[in-house]
């Protein structure tokens, strides 16, 4: 991710708004991010220090130093780095000016006093430490960052996914600086959900019209307007940009301008670099969805982990969420094979769920008890059966109707 | 989770915050904000030991998952002969409760009453300081002091132990982590405490003692009032002419000058005229507001960029002015068996010398255990100097040496003293320290040299 003094963006009326590289805008950018990746495949073997003295040759005297130093950075993301040498150097330092301490004074200009170099000393100690001269020279310092070696570059990378990675990292960047976000979500939650978490971000969730209104900050910011939880919404924003349908706006605390808005969508035409989420969890749960969306008969519609379930502090995300043209709402969640414990959280979360419209299908001769839950249960034994299942979502609505 | 059978107050600790659940009473002190979002009311970590006072104080039975309240047997390996004033601040440091900042000048032993304030209390302690190379320091003497191991939170480490040093960048990221693990605060330079970002490290601890430590309290931005609140009051205060001669050895000043080559001197002309050339056309100036100025257009302007590019170049030759290592030889020379710390501006140059003169260098890439390997070999003689970049000014743990080399540097005038306490400190021979002070002859930095001076005696 980019640094926020790369970070590139302009105030708009009360928004502000990364300033994005386009590639259909002009080709001196396009140029730019190809000449990075050159320097970049001209240096793989060689130290950073030297790779960073040609991208400084190449950016240094631009004023879209910025530029160029956002791209460089994000390109690092696509490198391999190595050890220039075997010899651990930290422990050949100590070995060697413990070695040339015995040689001292050691000088730089010899004269009739003091006679001895560190190139006299190092051939004086080579034997001592069982490295030549010369490689003692090399692996002294090997283990500084310049020293380092760039080993390989990522081969698929080109100029333009250069670019729209840069392009993300920006709106990341921005969010860094974030106090509060207001996402509208339509669908992904499962992902959504699983990086808010990750972020460890708190959420309040709204219904909305087809989806969900998510309002993110972190427990200090009862009490203050803080920016510490803006890394947290920057790494959130690559799992939204997997959504079909979303928005967002974030309250971002800019140091020249006070509070400003940063507004995203699914119109923003940034590119995500997570990995789509597996579509189902087990070949049951594929083959029940698959049955259920081509029976006629019913009017229920069924979405695969289409709705949320409030639970204070934390979600579920039922397997299945079936959705009736008179606006009704019911969803279902198959209990799998699991372990007692696992089962037990599970339990509780539903129990904690309460009056949501929730059937639950659990394996025949299942060896938990279901007491506890007063909506629907549902048994299967191998498959999942429409015709177990379709009464059931029926009844679950005027249950906890 | 599972709640107790009688729903009894359960105080706890989440992400830097204090939570309270339960059969609540009905009025709640003004710190708690009701919080919405989870169903629970909510306090900053900080007002945990107030919390403790005013629910002990109604006579509230609860549950405490919130703080970190153990004694550590902690024993003190090293023989400190402690001054009276050290003494003395450390007493007031504790009748004030365990709370409150301590001013000493550099080079007065502050550590000292930092492992006092660790050895009394007996608390878990989180150590915090503005530098990686400072938070070494820290973790060198305090696991050396009691002879324990330390963790070390920053800097690429993340083990976290009952005594741990941190830095305040780290410090801040894992606070909501971090903040109920320690009951004791020990904030080196806590003047670096008070930004938008350093005081959550406060505000999200549930840390019962706090100290505060620095040479320099007072902030010209005067947010240091905010101390008061984060930390606790001054407890003590001894300023630098109040030891002076008395615990503080004399020293001299000695300044060299070393004129670039003809290759660095043609260089340095032409970025100059770059630069100097770029202020005329453009009517810049590069003072008070100007300087801003010359940086904003820096970031649109191919000959601001340019200029500004030069003016680094200037900078890069002055400090690292080949004749300056002609001089240094000539001083190592002459101090054959003294104990010398060069100090340079820049990572290249000391590891420069490093090898030149196959000498030990730190730096704020070295790691922790090399450090500290450096400096035990310095005070044991295995080595009669070591390079050093700019890392060992703000400093706690440097050996006393009597010869301390600077070559170039900034023109901070607290930089400058805190340089010069690291020989300013009593060491055991009763001659006196010099420092030598080589910089490029004709040049810009000749002023920087004489500003410095000034504020010596000051």
Not at chain 1, 261 to 288: M, P, R
Not at chain 1, 309 to 338: C, N, Q, S
Not at chain 2, 65 to 89: K, M, N, V, W
Not at chain 2, 237 to 255: A, H, P
Request: aromatic residues 10%; contains cysteine.
């Amino acid at each position: 991710m980019l640094t926020l003094d790369l970070l590139r963006a302009k105030i708009v009326g009360d928004e502000i708004r990364p300033v994005y590289l386009t590639i259909s805008g002009g080709k001196k950018y396009l140029m730019a991010a190809e000449t990075i990746l050159k320097i970049h495949r001209q240096h793989v073997g060689s130290a950073l220090g030297e790779l960073n003295s040609a991208l400084g040759q190449f950016t240094g005297g631009s004023a879209d130093y910025k530029v160029y130093r956002g791209l460089a950075k994000v390109l690092e993301e696509f490198c391999e780095v190595g050890r220039p040498s075997e010899v651990d150097a930290e422990d050949l330092r100590m070995k060697v000016f413990e070695a040339a301490a015995a040689h001292r004074p050691i000088v730089r200009s010899p004269d009739l006093i003091f006679h001895t170099t560190a190139g006299d000393a190092l051939d004086a100690i080579s034997g001592e430490i069982g490295l030549a001269p010369d490689e003692i020279e090399k692996g002294l310092y090997a283990d500084l960052k310049e020293n380092q070696l760039l080993v390989s570059l990522d081969p698929l990378l080109d100029a333009v996914g250069l670019i729209e990675r840069y392009n993300t990292a920006l709106a990341q960047a921005l969010l860094y600086r974030a106090i509060q976000m207001r996402v509208e979500v339509y669908d992904n939650y499962r992902q959504v959900f699983q990086f808010i978490k990750l972020a460890r971000l708190m959420h309040t969730i709204e219904r909305i019209d087809g989806g969900y209104l998510i309002t993110l900050d972190g427990p200090l910011s009862l009490v203050t307007h803080t920016e510490r939880y803006g890394v947290g919404m920057a790494r959130l924003l690559p799992a939204l940009l997997r959504c079909k349908r979303w928005q967002m706006e974030a309250v971002v605390n800019t140091s020249f301008a006070g509070h400003r808005i940063f507004k995203l969508g699914n119109w923003c035409g940034l590119t995500s670099h997570y990995t789509e989420q597996a579509s189902f969890d087990s070949s049951a749960e594929e083959a029940f969805y698959e049955k259920f969306s081509r029976n006629k008969k019913s009017k229920w519609t069924i979405e695969r982990e289409g709705g949320l379930l409030d639970l204070k502090g934390t979600v579920m995300i039922p397997d299945f969420a079936f959705r009736h043209p008179d606006g009704r709402e019911v969803y279902l969640e198959i209990v799998g094979f699991w372990r007692p414990e696992y089962l037990e959280k599970k339990l509780e979360k539903i129990r904690r769920a309460g009056s949501a419209p929730l059937v639950l299908a659990v394996p025949a001769g299942m060896n938990c008890s279901f007491e506890d839950y007063d909506g629907p249960v549902v048994h299967y034994k191998t498959r999942l059966l429409l015709k177990d299942v379709l009464p059931a979502i029926e009844s679950a609505y005027t249950n906890c109707a | 989770m599972g709640r107790g059978l009688f729903d009894e107050v359960t105080l706890s600790f989440d992400q830097g915050t204090v939570t309270l659940s339960g059969n609540l009473p009905e009025t709640l002190p003004t710190w708690f904000e009701r919080d919405e979002r989870v169903d629970t009311v909510r306090a900053p970590a900080m007002w945990y030991r107030d919390t403790v006072r005013w629910l002990t104080g109604r006579r509230i039975d609860f549950t405490d998952d919130a703080g970190a309240s153990c004694r550590l047997p902690l024993r003190i390996r090293t023989e400190f002969r402690a001054h009276p004033y050290q003494r003395e601040a450390l007493r007031a440091w504790l009748d004030a409760e365990g709370r409150g900042s301590i001013i000493l000048p550099t080079g007065a032993g502050k550590t000292f009453v930092a492992l006092g304030a660790m050895l009394k209390t007996g608390y878990p302690t989180l150590v915090i300081a503005p530098t990686i190379d400072l938070m070494n320091q820290w973790y060198a003497l305090i696991a050396d002091a009691f002879g324990t191991e330390v963790g070390i939170l920053g800097g690429g480490y993340h083990e976290v132990r009952p005594l741990t040093v941190s830095t305040y960048d780290s410090a801040f990221i894992y606070s909501g982590d971090y903040g109920n693990r320690f009951d004791l605060l020990i904030f080196d330079e806590v003047h670096h405490l008070p930004s938008p970002k350093n005081r959550q490290i406060a505000l999200m601890s549930t840390a019962r003692c706090r100290l505060g430590l620095t040479a320099t309290y007072e902030r010209q931005d005067g947010a240091h009032r905010e101390l008061e609140s984060l930390v606790g009051p001054v407890v003590y205060r001894l300023g630098v002419k109040d030891l002076k001669g008395s615990y503080l050895s004399e020293f001299e000043i000695v300044r060299i000058s070393a004129k670039l080559t003809d290759y660095e001197a043609e260089r340095y002309k032409k970025a100059c005229g770059e630069y100097y050339g770029f202020l005329r056309q453009a009517e810049m100036k590069t003072f008070g507001s100007g300087w801003n100025e010359f940086i904003k257009m820096s970031a649109y302007d191919e000959r601001a960029r340019r200029a500004l590019v030069a003016k680094g170049e200037m900078k890069r030759l002055i400090a690292g002015a080949e004749r300056k290592l002609e001089v240094l030889d000539m001083l190592l020379k002459q101090h054959i068996g003294d104990k010398v710390i060069i100090f340079t501006e820049h990572n290249d140059l000391v590891y420069r010398i490093s090898r030149e003169f196959l000498i030990p260098a730190i730096t704020h890439e070295t790691r922790a255990r090399e450090r500290k390997w450096i400096l035990d070999g310095f005070k044991g003689n295995l080595f009669e100097r070591i390079v050093t970049s700019k890392v060992l000014n703000e400093g706690i743990d440097v050996p006393s040496a009597k010869v301390a080399i600077i070559l170039g540097g900034s023109a901070s005038p607290r930089e400058h003293l805190q340089r010069l306490g690291r020989i300013l400190r009593r060491s055991a021979s009763r001659s006196s320290a010099v420092l030598y002070e080589v910089v490029a002859s004709a040049t810009a930095e000749m002023g920087v040299s004489t500003r410095r001076k000034k504020n010596v005696n000051t």
